[in-house]
Each structure stands twice: as structure tokens, then as C-alpha cells.
């Protein structure tokens, strides 16, 4: 069953607004098996609306609209879908009723123009909207079976799971089809040099797709597959994963989608070890990055931010001769602000990063790209220097945290 | 001059990815008075991607596409333009040499896939990438003519204003209208309301459009302008701007579309002033928003991420009794951290975070989405208790950090 997706709005035609509707939209259509070919935005004018329906009824089995469901001049969904079908809008009595109930749940005031919303395409079938003014209505258009819905996403998701899902599962029918995801995380490789190793995949293991998708620096590759019998369907799955982590080898973060911060932060509760960091170049975002996972507060213990010498001095204990004879950005500050790290908050191990970002601080000696990853553990410290080479100060630092944790995560493992 | 935009890639097709991309050149086109009329998305399949650029290429007169210009496998964008136009593919010197210049340059290693990059339609004008290795390139398709860029953002970005914008500008010839666009960051009122507050500006200021975008937690107003005359379009503009700010009052971070953190820095910077952090439920989200600004090391010197009390305690000086009495999520424990930071780095402000994130940890008096900011300068310190309902942890981190700075931001001013 082919899908196509359709985004209304003048907001999202002239870029005011972030579509992310569809590609919730879409997501949610592969799990269920229905194939999303295509994604279309137009704006609110009339014709460019209805000729997008007519031809999207013309190719596809499927269709979900959103947007142009509401009370005002702009909102022409309705009226664009009558004419693409050729039949007259009307009062309809369900959708009118499901508009009052609204309403009366949450004591709102109507305005005359809340009428409007209950006017639908002849013939159509209304899909309810319990958390929103606006119904939401299905009808056929060409070939082609529509659901319109709001554009408000909260709205949308809600009617999506509720009702267009169920309608979509019972139209495949004994059709359906199982479709499945596994999704492996990597860092380390260009991308162009991830592609070639998966190059080979799809001939390996036939039947399955391959998406790589670039989250910077992290590399995501994913492995689509479909099939009627869902447990044959994940066996496949499950060796063309082993296939890739093979060939991908240290590279890989997770074979299940993991971050690295979550993969790092799962290996430290193996471990029963706790974290502590000292970022310079970085800035927080490792902090920033490990936090974001719930339960961090099991591991992570403190980061010192320290972008001053005095701080790297006063916080880490870095002795002021070592910045003085070999730089802030040195292997030797890195080692000493990992080890004062650890030993401050009292963690299993000390992760810290001196570097230059960029725009400006680079020399020739240490240009802009330079890190140096400093790492203590119960074993001893030890620091590596390493040079990247992307120019903007953003993508050095996150470059520069990725490559910390990547460290850490081969150190501890 | 009607615009279309096509989205390329089995990521943003099936979901995986939301194509920020399409918004972000049509809020450019439209801002240079080319009217975009259409988005679309489709994956990497060859078929369904030459019968997109064919129909685009008989209804626009000009269309950006971006993505599948990569090295790998599944970048299919020219094998797919040249079908579409009916010429053949051809190794393309002049790309090449942008792809060779740019590995030279950033000292990376090629791979034999790179070669692929420079297969090129035959005919096609080379779009110099300087920060990727994927060039681009501009063909005709039908009546329409076609702008092929990377999918990576900043690439693609830099593209855009680099080179398809003055190609276009050059396209539209003496019809070229001056457009403008002004820029009002906001914070702490809902979207809702700022549309409320802006909805006379159309009717006040007739020919200006308004748009919203929420960068969460951020809103930013757009005000377009378009006109022969650029002096006039750009004194009704600074006019509509400050018809906007006395209206939207102290919710304006910046009037020229400056985000919080570069706003803060440029304040400090006024001020001569230094300023430390003490994070607890932020989790090193403020550091990193400040040091994401070139030239923060000027006025930012350290930020303690302390998640353990005992770094609270040992690091920030905040005494355990406090802790034990008022918790570590409170307002004497914020206050205490805000003047240890201050006090430990010898900065002129301090400010510090301690809440509930999430998912877990709340508590009947002190609920998931609490957050207790603390702010220490030369004058002393405070601390104050707010309460935030977003439920998900990444945007309570967000919303906290926001908080903060415009504490300080207001504080400081």
C-alpha cells in the first residue's frame, strides 16, 4: 500500500514553520507497513491545494492530510477536497456535534465562525477530534483514500493513533505487512567510507534497504526491512546487523541506535564506576550530552567547566607550571585536569578536553582543530592529542566531545 | 518568479529525519520576492525522484533541491537530473577539482568513492561547496532551472547565500525587488500570546508580513518586507520593529535577531564584567549555549556542573547543612551555589540552576519542572523559584537554562 503525505499552510509553504508533522506522520506509516513515497507542502490558495489533491489521488493507495481543518478564511482544506472529488460541502450534523461537545468539555465560547468547521465534503466520513476544535474527516479522492486531519500536532498525533492507524491496519487487510527498523550508531569513519563498507547489504541480504544518516559527528546506519512474518522479519534483521557490526567493527557505538552518551553511560553502570569531567574547548556540551540521559545522576558526578586558567588552577589543581611550560592546550593539562576531575568529585574516572575551536586562538604549532583528551582511572592517566579539521567552531566542539567519549567508552570497555 | 523545493533522501521520506531544510530556503527565497509555491520529499529511489524533478521542471521557474549528492550509494541526485533532462552523466573536471581542493585543504583521506561526487550531468554549472566534498550544480529541467545542493545543513546554507541566491537575484533581473527581513527574539510569553500582541502589525504597517517561529524556548517575529526603494523598505521596517518591541516589553531579548546567550555576552561585555555558572539540573546547557559564542572566553570563566552534592559541597563551598535542611533543590542551596561560583572563579556574577528535570525525582512540593535559579553579583545574591510544565526532560533542561539567562540578562542590565 503506497502512501503519499500532504502538509497545508502558508506558514509551512513560505518556511515560517518546520513541517514535522509529516515526518511524524511518516514514521509511524512505515511501522505499520503502509510504504511513504512522497511528502508535499502547498500553501493555502485554493488551486494550488486542490491540484495537489487530484494528483496525489491519482498515484497513491493512501493519503494524510494536515493542516487547513479550522474556523478561518484560510483554513480551505475542506473545500479543496470537495472540489478534487467533485462534490458539494455541506452541513454535517456529526461533525457539528462533535464541534459542540468540544466546547462544552472545556467551557469554551463559540464563535459563528466554529460553523464553518462542521462544513465537509458530500459524502465523507468524520473522524472526531477529542482534544481540538476542528473534526477531522476521510473520503475518497481519484484512487486514492484520504485522511484529512489538524495541523496542530498534539491534535494530529492523537487522531493518527486513535483513528487513521486503525482505518489504514483494517484496509490492508490480510495484506499487511510487518515492517521493522534496526538502526546501528557509529563514530569514527567518514560517512563516504561507512557507505562503502554497507555497500554491500542489500545484495547480502535481500529485500532489505539501506539509510545512512549523517548526526553529525555520530553516523547512523539503519536497516530497513519488510515482510509478512515479523519473526523471520527480525531474524533478518538481527544478522544483517551482525553482518554490518562486523565490518564496521570498533567504529560502532550500538547496534541498537544508542548515543554515545547513552552507551557510555550504560557501560559505567556495568561497571558500577562513576564520571567526572573537566571541559575546556568543550564548553558543557559533554556534560550537557551525558545529562541528557535519564538516570545520568547514577554516574555522572561533576563537570568543571573551566574556560579560565585560574579555574583549571584553583577548581582542577592543574599546577600553574605545567600551563605555564606547555600550554593550556597540552597533553600535560589535559592529564592533570582529568586527574583533578576525579579526584574533586571523588568518581572511578577523569575525562577532560583542552582545544581550540576556533575561530580565532590557533597557531601554527596548534591550529584550530587541535584537542587534547586527557583520561584518569584507577589504573593511572594518560592523554592523547588529536587534530580535526572542520573549521567551525560548533562542529569542533562537538567533534571534540565525541572524540572524549569515544576514548573513554574503549578505555573503560 | 515561482519557486519550488524538493527534499531528497529515505530519511526524511520515511520519517527518520524532519527536514528543517525546506523551510529554511523558502523563508530565504521568499525574503529575495521569489514566491515558493511547493515542497516536496521523496526518498532515494531512482524512479520516484527522476518523476519529481520532471513534473517540477514543467510547472516552476526555478527549484532547489538538496541532498543525494553524496559519495555513497544512495546519493542519487544526479544520475537522477540527467535522466530527467535527458543528458548523459559525464566526470566533471571542474567538480572534481572543488572535491580534490577540499580534501587537500582539510587534509582528509579520499576515498575511490569521492571520484563519484564529480559524475556530474553533462552541461551542468559547478556550485563550489568550501566546506563540504559534496559541489553542487545548476541545470535547466524542462522551463525551470534547477539548484542542486547538499543535504548537510551548514554546507547546503552556505550554497544558498553563497551562490543560488545571487544567481537568482541575477535571474530576476530588473524586476528585482529589495526584500528585507528583521529579526525579534523573545522569551517567557507563549506563542499564542506574541501572535495576539502582533496581529495589528499587517493592518499598522501595510505590505509588511509577520511570521513566528518557535525555536523552543525562544520565539523569534519575522517582519518581511519587500520594495523598489531599500532605504524606505529598511526605515519602515526599523519602524514596525519598534511598534513590535514596545508592545512585546521586556519578553525582547534582541531586536536584531540575537539569541539569548550572544545577547548575555554582548551585556557583559558592555559591562566589563566576568561571569561563572553553577549547574546542577541544567546539567552544563548554559555553559555550552555560552561558549557556542565565539569570543565567550572573554567573560566566561567556569561553570560547575555539580550533580553530586558532594561536588556542590567541596567545589562550590554550599554548606551540607543547608542541603540537609532545605534540600538540594532549593533556594538557599541555589543562592549558595550562585556565590561560590562567583566567589571560586573570581567572576563579577554568579548564577546557578538546581531543579527537577525528569522523568523521575518529583515530589508533591517540588514536582517535576521546578527549577530554583540563584544569582550572586556585587551587590549580593537571591535566588528565586519557578515552576515549568513541559514534562519531557530536554526541554525542562532548555526552559531552565532560558530562564537563567534571562534572570541574568535582567539582572546585569
Known amino acids: 500500500m503506497k502512501a503519499e503525505i500532504l502538509a497545508t499552510g502558508d506558514e509551512i509553504r513560505s518556511g515560517a514553520l518546520v513541517d514535522s ?8 506509516l512505515e511501522a505499520y507497513g503502509v510504504e511513504v513515497v512522497r511528502h508535499t507542502s502547498v500553501g493555502d490558495d485554493l488551486e494550488n491545494l486542490t491540484a495537489a489533491l487530484v494528483e496525489i489521488g491519482g498515484r497513491a493507495d493512501v493519503a494524510v492530510v494536515t493542516g487547513g481543518l479550522g474556523p478561518t478564511v484560510d483554513d480551505r482544506s ?7 472529488a467533485g462534490v458539494e460541502l455541506e452541513f454535517n450534523e456529526t461533525a457539528w456535534k462533535t464541534v459542540e461537545s468540544f466546547f462544552k468539555t472545556f467551557h469554551r465560547r463559540m464563535t459563528p465562525s466554529n460553523r464553518k468547521q462542521a462544513q465537509l465534503p458530500d459524502g465523507c466520513s468524520v473522524l472526531d477530534n477529542p482534544v481540538g476544535t476542528a473534526p477531522g474527516f476521510a473520503m475518497t479522492i481519484g484512487r486514492c483514500r484520504f485522511f484529512f486531519m489538524p495541523g496542530v500536532p498534539y491534535e494530529m498525533k492523537r487522531m493518527l493513533d486513535g483513528q487513521v492507524i486503525p482505518e ?3 484496509l490492508q487487510g490480510d495484506a499487511a505487512m510487518h ?5 546501528i550508531t557509529t ?5 563516504s567510507q561507512v557507505g562503502e563498507i554497507m555497500a554491500g547489504v542489500e545484495e547480502a541480504f535481500p529485500g532489505l534497504t539501506l539509510g545512512l544518516r549523517s548526526n553529525f559527528p555520530q553516523i547512523q546506519v539503519k536497516l530497513y526491512g519488510r515482510g509478512p512474518d515479523s519473526t523471520q522479519l527480525a531474524k533478518r534483521l538481527d544478522e ?3 553482518w554490518a557490526a562486523v565490518r564496521l567493527g570498533t567504529a560502532v557505538i550500538s547496534e541498537h541506535g544508542e548515543s554515545m552518551q547513552a552507551a557510555v553511560g550504560r557501560l559505567l553502570i556495568e561497571k558500577e564506576a562513576t564520571l567526572a569531567v573537566a571541559e575546556s574547548c568543550t564548553g558543557g556540551l559533554i556534560a550537557d550530552w551525558l545529562t541528557n540521559v535519564a538516570g545520568s545522576s547514577n554516574y555522572f ?9 585560574r579555574a583549571k588552577i584553583d577548581v582542577l589543581g592543574v599546577s600553574p607550571e605545567t600551563i605555564d611550560r606547555y600550554g593550556a592546550v597540552s597533553e600535560q593539562t589535559a592529564r592533570e585536569m582529568a586527574e583533578g576531575a576525579r579526584r574533586v568529585a571523588g568518581a572511578t574516572y577523569g575525562l577532560a578536553t583542552s582545544g581550540i575551536a576556533g575561530p580565532d586562538g590557533g597557531t601554527d604549532e596548534k591550529p584550530v582543530g587541535t584537542v587534547c583528551v586527557g583520561f584518569a582511572g584507577p589504573d593511572g592517566a594518560r592523554s592523547r592529542r588529536l587534530n580535526f579539521s572542520f573549521g567551525k567552531r560548533l562542529m569542533n566542539k562537538k567533534i571534540f566531545a565525541m572524540a572524549a567519549l569515544d576514548l ?5 570497555k
Open 240 to 242: 544483517a546487523v551482525r
Open 408 to 412: 573513554l567508552r574503549k578505555e573503560i
Open 301 to 309: 558526578l561533576f563537570s568543571g567547566v573551566t574556560y579560565s586558567n
Open 21 to 28: 508533522n509529516s515526518a511524524f506522520i511518516a514514521e509511524r
Open 168 to 170: 489504514l491496519i483494517r
Open 187 to 191: 563514530f569514527g569513519l567518514p560517512e
Open 179 to 183: 515492517s521493522r527498523v534496526e538502526t
Open 78 to 84: 475542506a473545500e479543496a477536497a470537495a472540489r478534487a
